[in-house]
């Protein structure tokens, strides 16, 4: 099976891809783990960390296979090349550009592009990109993603924003393929007040939630 394959597989598999926006690479490193202890092993390093291309090369350091390390707010060619030279193994983007498209495929790397309107994401979904991020999910909610599906039942989307306990299981019914969670699971409290524990249980909170949600959306 091809890596980029491989990869996209894994970002689905729990159906959670953690989001973190952190301080700095040593709150991050503890981060990963507590997220890691409560079963969610694929995580977004936003490239609004400070240092985020040094936080991504101690994280796949640390955690080698254990966990899947991707870049997230990736908004050029240019922030493309410095995420997978950091060693990122998935990048996302808020906004759909080809040519961000194209440095993750030309690295066997899942491309995960934002869009929101219909044209947006099939564009994005067009061009290649393995799963197309509603973006921003709040905006628009669970009802929005059935929608788009209905007329392109192909589409792999992975909402992000307005993703929490309460909201996870209508985004799964709804059709999502997995599902992008940032301050509902990494919560700002947590990290505050480095309480890692808290992590792991919103974590496998998370994790339960959507495996529940697939059990009951099948026919």
Request: hydrophobic share 45%.
């Amino acid at each position: 099976m091809p890596e980029r394959t491989e990869a996209v597989n894994r970002l689905c598999a729990k159906g959670v891809v953690a989001v973190v926006r952190a301080p700095g690479s040593e709150a991050l490193l503890h981060v990963a783990r507590a997220l890691l202890d409560g079963g969610v092993d694929c995580i977004e390093i936003t490239m609004t960390t400070p240092n985020a291309t040094r936080v991504i090369r101690d994280c796949r350091k640390e955690f080698a296979e254990a966990a899947l390390i991707g870049v997230g707010s990736v908004l050029n060619e240019t922030m493309a090349v410095d995420a997978v030279e950091a060693g990122a193994q998935f990048l996302v983007s808020p906004v759909f550009k080809p040519e961000i498209v194209g440095v993750a495929h030309m690295n066997e790397l899942p491309a995960i592009p934002g869009a929101l309107t219909p044209t947006e994401v099939l564009l994005a979904s067009d061009a290649g990109a393995e799963l197309v991020k509603v973006f921003p999910g709040e905006a628009v909610g669970p009802k929005y993603l059935k929608a788009l599906r209905a007329p392109m039942p192909h589409l792999k989307l992975t909402p992000t924003g307005g993703v929490d306990l309460n909201t996870a299981a209508s985004w799964i019914a709804a059709g999502a393929a997995t599902l992008g969670v940032g301050s509902a699971l990494v919560t700002k409290k947590a990290l505050a007040e480095k309480d890692y524990g808290e992590i792991t249980r919103l974590a496998g909170e998370f994790v339960r939630i959507v495996a529940e949600a697939r059990e009951a959306s099948r026919p």
